[in-house]
């Protein structure tokens, strides 16, 4: 009886161990009965939703015919857009301001001088980029000021007024731009753009196509910048130079120049103004 006794006990507790539920089994079913209450509070809500918009199908359908969204209508040889119509266009045409910015205002050839004066100098990382870009960004407005009054002048101001369409408007915005860009731009430059465009060059700025004008003007501001870029160059090498020469002669071969040479150019450049200098140079090239 004894042994029969003990046998029970062992297999109770056996049973026992075997089958008792561990606490990250009660947590996983704490869990997934949540769940199951999230979703059923989410699905009376789903279905009113649903059942709101189907109710406000029939109101929306009968008002959008009276509702001009996107409309375009042809008065005589002009084409006129609906006001909602423009002002989609104007949104999407600010995407495109820094693409802009780049290719049809001098901030080409600014932010690149500044590379390369960067680079003459030494510095890798000194001034920062935030510092160069708005410092360019700034000479950029006070240079293309003139083009800006221009265009709000002859554009905007009658557009605002309805004394001209959209497309007329646009047409004049960029006449300012090109006249500017014209006068910036190299004349070879302006051929090959032609030639390889197949488009005849007008003789007169106001009907050079933007297509065979914007490409020739970027090339030739970068021909500038690296012009200028070339005369920024040369001072800071003759530094180079000695530097490298008077190491040389005192047998200091392993002791790079540059690290001697730094401290020279930059006590040459404060000496000399040398950012005064470099941003009326920019501003009178214009």
């Known amino acids: ?3 029969e006794m003990t046998n029970q006990a062992n297999l109770s507790m056996f049973k026992t161990v075997r089958f008792k539920p561990a606490c990250r089994d009660n947590t ?3 869990k997934q009965v949540c769940k199951k209450q999230v979703r059923k509070q989410q699905t009376p809500l789903a279905i009113t939703v649903v059942a709101l918009t189907l109710c406000l199908l029939p109101a929306i359908s009968f008002a959008a015919p009276d509702i001009p ?6 008065s005589g040889d002009a084409r006129e857009y609906s006001t909602t119509l423009q002002i989609l266009l104007l949104l999407s045409a600010l995407s495109f301001l820094p693409a802009l910015l780049l290719v049809l205002t001098s901030f080409t050839r600014i932010i690149v001088v500044f590379s390369l004066l960067r680079q003459a100098i030494g510095l890798q990382q000194s001034p920062p980029n935030p510092v160069l870009i708005g410092l360019a960004l700034f000479l950029t407005l006070f240079i293309m000021q003139p083009v800006f009054n221009s265009t709000w002048q002859q554009a905007v101001e009658p557009w605002m ?3 001209l369409t959209f497309n007329e408007a646009v047409t004049e915005a960029s006449i300012p731009f090109k006249r500017f860009m014209l006068e910036q731009t190299h004349a070879p430059a302006l051929q090959q753009m032609s ?10 700025a106001d009907d050079m196509p933007l297509s065979v004008l914007v490409p020739a003007f970027v090339i030739s501001e970068l021909k500038t910048a690296f012009q ?3 005369m920024l160059f040369i001072p800071f090498l003759v ?4 530097v490298a020469s008077v190491l040389m002669a005192m047998g200091m071969m392993m002791l790079s120049p540059l690290v001697v040479s730094l401290p020279f150019k930059i006590m040459l450049f ?7 200098l470099i941003v009326g140079t920019l501003a009178a090239s214009f």
Request: proline fraction near 0%.
């Open 195 to 204: 030639d390889i465009s197949g488009e005849a060059l007008a003789d007169n």
């Open 228 to 230: 200028i870029g070339f």
């Open 270 to 276: 404060v000496l000399i103004d040398g950012w005064t």
């Open 239 to 242: 530094i180079d130079l000695v």
């Open 1 to 3: 009886m004894s042994c």
């Open 28 to 30: 996983f079913l704490k």
């Open 161 to 163: 007024a309805e004394e």
């Open 69 to 74: 969204l996107l409309t375009m209508t042809d």
